[in-house]
């Protein structure tokens, strides 16, 4: 166990419907990351929050939103869904608002999102 | 931008093998550099690190050494097992950096 905790594990749902991703960082972990892993992309960061404020941003779609409250656990909104959104969709999470160059970041296992 | 490319998988190898998996990176900076192992169904794992250059990270039987004059970072394993089958990823993050980039991983499979 990372410490790092994700909900759902699986989620299967249809095209055009919206989903809801939690993330809960490890303990004492300010920021949250997110990333999204699929076959043909590789492994995309999506965006960061540091203790509830947006930090920064990557390659996010305007479907997509994500929030940072005040407990720390992070939720990432997918909506508008289509088949090409089906991927594993990682959080992650580090003590500070940079990443310690000797530390990098604790993973949690994972949501796989199918869109059909 | 800041990048890493690793050699193209997958790999398969027999047990007791010796594993090589080559990682370059293209950074403005001096980056600190990872390798994180995926096994099936979980999440990425730090596997090992370094900071500077020179730097030999290693961790149960892999090791990879930050070499600043060819930009490289490969991993190795002496004698592989059927429990190093996984996908290994080497990234790099800068001083004061939010964010690891990522290789597109190196699938490894070891049989019996």
């Known amino acids: 166990d990372s410490g790092v905790t994700q909900t759902p594990k699986h989620l299967i749902t249809a095209t055009g419907q919206r989903v809801t991703l939690r993330c809960s960082p490890r303990s004492g972990d300010l920021s949250v990351y997110w990333y999204q892993q699929s076959l043909d992309q590789g492994l995309q960061f999506l965006i960061q929050y540091y203790n509830g404020e947006e930090r920064a941003k990557g390659n996010i779609l305007e479907r997509f939103s994500a929030q940072q409250f005040p407990d720390l656990h992070s939720e990432l909104n997918l909506s508008s869904l289509e088949l090409g959104d089906s991927a594993l969709y990682f959080c992650a999470s580090s003590p500070g608002r940079v990443i310690e160059g000797s530390y990098g970041y604790t993973f949690g296992s994972g949501t796989r999102l199918t869109v059909v | 931008g800041d990048s890493v490319t690793q050699m193209e998988g997958p790999v398969t190898l027999s047990e007791e093998a010796f594993l090589t998996i080559n990682c370059t990176y293209t950074?403005?900076?001096?980056?600190?550099l990872f390798w994180y192992v995926q096994y099936p169904g979980e999440g990425l794992q730090l596997l090992l690190k370094?900071?500077?250059?020179?730097d030999k990270g290693s961790n149960k039987g892999f090791e990879a050494t930050y070499r600043k004059e060819t930009t490289s970072f490969h991993l190795e394993k002496g004698s592989v097992q059927v429990s190093d089958s996984a996908v290994y990823f080497c990234a790099l993050t800068l001083l004061n950096d939010y964010k690891l980039s990522f290789g597109a991983g190196t699938t490894v499979t070891v049989r019996a």
């Open positions: 950074a403005t900076g001096y980056p600190s």
């Open positions: 370094a900071t500077k250059a020179d």
